[in-house]
């Protein structure tokens, strides 16, 4: 195999991470067919499967896969983009036996980012969702202790949202300021 | 003669002690707010992000590259393989393919960092249950890999050795030698810390049954690395989604049976071992003629040209600029997520697009975090002595878990 920059030719992909593209094409059919009330839509890129659904369908569509046999939630991340006003979350599942890996996403938006924990199908999603929460400000209706996790307990604002400000005076505006309060 | 028992009107109740996060036994800044009842363990509310440093905002703001040095920061204690889980990442992301010798010498690396990881473990694991040799045994040895890892990449302990496409620079000539010398030399002391501790009364009333996590539970709150294989689920990145070619190795994956402290330690020390018979194999695949870098002018254009080139030729060090100032160019808005088996578990990275060679969003799904989960699980109903035992046995860095 001749290394370099392989553009387009997804096969050379395959090759290099095998089995991260287990086929999944049954599996997307079984949720067609169970959750028929459910709109979704499927993006493949790099072998990897992701379905988006609607904010209101996230927990039912996560409910379908935890009994289809996902049995490990591998990851809950987020992702802001400003332009569309929307902020997206990620939930990332994997069943250990197969190793079938999809993710599930749904977009909120940022006036009010709600949506229903997935604590109650994996207990792992707690810390997850905690840290989307501290960091993001998504809130999850049903967890049983969004606390904030990294940042400090009286700290108000979402520091990973896009419009959190890297330098300048504005970014103290949580802190005292070197010299204050002294 | 009966004994006379009588109501003295004495209450007990619960006492809620606070351990960390200075306390010596936590690896690092870790806070747990422990309630007791008498020397039990009722309940435990671990507290993390004393360290927090927002490494995914900086990484937001920073070029692809410029990420790198800040992932050695985050466990600090294998910052090799960080390195290269980061520059796979980005790989996959921009579809690119690295030659042969630069993945021998990704596999080689990362062993090593997973040998001199677990080395540390089992010092601290053992000093913070009294034991004093085991400590200088292991640091002796981790000595010695700190000295190839000097020699291979320039610097002891924050290594920054990756390169989007590469590695930092070549090796040079004899090393591998070198590492053939010192992973066949390390079983010795490993055998050494199996004679100290393996079937020691002591370590065994301390760690068997302490701790313990069953399989359902782990899979449950997503555990990962030797804490879920010790609870006897066979999961290994390397093996379950092979890269680097380690589909091409043969190695073994330990697993445990009871989850407990025990069989933590069991499963690390195997895994030691272990990694050494991929070193060996990889080395068998080093080749010292071979280009570290590839061959073709376009895939020359996209990272770091060799160090000596920069310095001594014109296109070279437009070729250095231009990485530096415009990168590898990601595509904007699509996202992957890749994972390696780092030696605390599985190190996940999931990166979004942006057009640029700037992510819009990099979310590293630390192993440590999700290990630190599963504590209160683990410490309830256990002795408060246990706790350090515990805790030291999950193998936290919190540099990994709070980021």
Redesign the interface.
């Known amino acids: 195999?001749?290394?370099?920059?392989?553009?387009?030719r997804d096969i050379?992909?395959a090759e290099?991470?095998?089995?991260?593209d287990v086929d999944l094409t049954e599996t997307i059919s079984r949720l067609k067919e169970s959750l028929k009330d459910v709109e979704f839509s499927v993006h493949n890129?790099?072998g990897?499967t992701?379905i988006i659904v609607k904010n209101g369908d996230l927990h039912k569509t996560l409910e379908f896969f935890k009994n289809d046999g996902f049995?490990?939630?591998?990851?809950v991340?987020?992702?802001?983009?400003p332009e569309r006003g929307e902020i997206e979350v990620?939930y990332?599942i994997r069943e250990?036996k197969s190793?079938r890996q999809i993710?599930v996403k749904s977009a909120l938006s940022v006036e009010n980012p709600m949506v229903l924990s997935a604590c109650d199908l994996?207990?792992?999603a707690?810390?997850?969702e905690r840290?989307v929460y501290d960091?993001m400000g998504v809130i999850f209706e049903g967890h049983p202790d969004l606390r904030?996790?990294?940042?400090?307990e009286d700290f108000e604002d979402f520091?990973?949202r896009?419009q959190?400000p890297?330098e300048g005076d504005d970014e103290w505006r949580n802190f005292l300021k070197p010299g204050e309060g002294e | 003669m009966k004994k006379e028992t009588r109501d003295l009107g004495l209450k007990t109740q619960t006492l809620t002690m606070n351990m960390g996060p200075q306390h010596p036994s936590t690896h690092g800044v870790l806070r747990i707010v422990l309630t007791l009842d008498g020397e039990v363990v009722v309940g435990a509310i671990p507290y993390i992000g004393f360290l927090h440093r927002g490494i995914e905002k900086i990484a937001e703001n920073k070029t692809l590259h410029q990420v790198i040095p800040y992932t050695d920061r985050m466990d600090y204690l294998s910052p090799i393989s960080n390195n290269i889980g980061l520059c796979l990442a980005v790989e996959k992301l921009i579809n690119f393919q690295i030659t042969e010798k630069c993945r021998v010498m990704r596999v080689i690396a990362s062993e090593l960092a997973r040998i001199s990881s677990h080395l540390i473990w089992i010092a601290t694991h053992a000093l913070d249950l009294g034991a004093g040799s085991p400590y200088f045994y292991a640091f002796t040895e981790r000595e010695k890999y700190l000295d190839i890892f000097d020699e291979m990449t320039g610097v002891r302990f924050t290594v920054s050795y990756g390169r989007i496409g590469g590695l930092a620079r070549d090796w040079e000539k004899g090393l591998d030698k070198k590492i053939l010398n010192l992973v066949e030399n390390t079983p010795k002391c490993i055998d050494e810390l199996d004679r100290l501790l393996t079937r020691n009364r002591i370590w065994i009333e301390r760690n068997q049954n302490v701790g313990v996590i069953s399989k359902e539970e782990a899979v449950n709150l997503s555990l990962c690395g030797p804490n879920l294989r010790a609870s006897g689920v066979e999961w290994d990145i390397r093996k379950a989604y092979p890269y680097l070619g380690y589909e091409k190795y043969k190695f073994e994956i330990p697993v445990g049976e009871n989850g407990d402290a025990y069989d933590r330690y069991l499963v690390r020390m195997e895994e030691m071992r272990q990694s050494i018979e991929i070193v060996k194999q990889a080395l068998k695949d080093y080749d010292e003629k071979a280009s570290l870098w590839p061959e073709d002018i376009e895939s020359q254009k996209s990272f770091y040209p060799p160090k000596e080139k920069v310095l001594t030729s014109m296109e070279e060090l437009i070729h250095q600029f231009m990485v530096a100032t415009e990168g590898p160019k990601t595509p904007k808005y699509e996202e992957i997520y890749f994972a390696i088996e780092a030696p605390k578990g599985e190190l996940g990275f999931y990166i979004v697009g942006s057009g640029t060679n700037v992510a819009h969003r990099l979310h590293f799904r630390s192993p440590t975090f999700a290990n630190l989960q599963a504590l209160p699980v683990m410490l309830k109903g256990g002795m408060v002595a246990d706790v350090v035992a515990t805790v030291a046995s999950l193998d936290p860095v919190m540099g990994d878990a709070d980021r």
Not at chain 1, 1 to 8: F, L, Q
Not at chain 1, 16 to 20: H, N, T
Not at chain 1, 77 to 81: D, E, I, K, R, V
Request: glycine share 8%.
């Open positions: 195999m001749k290394a370099g920059r392989t553009g387009e050379l992909v290099i991470y095998k089995g991260w890129f790099r990897e992701t049995d490990y939630l591998v990851d991340s987020s992702s802001h983009y990620i990332l250990l190793r993710r994996w207990r792992g707690d810390w997850f840290e960091l904030r996790i990294m940042m400090p520091p990973l896009k959190y890297m």
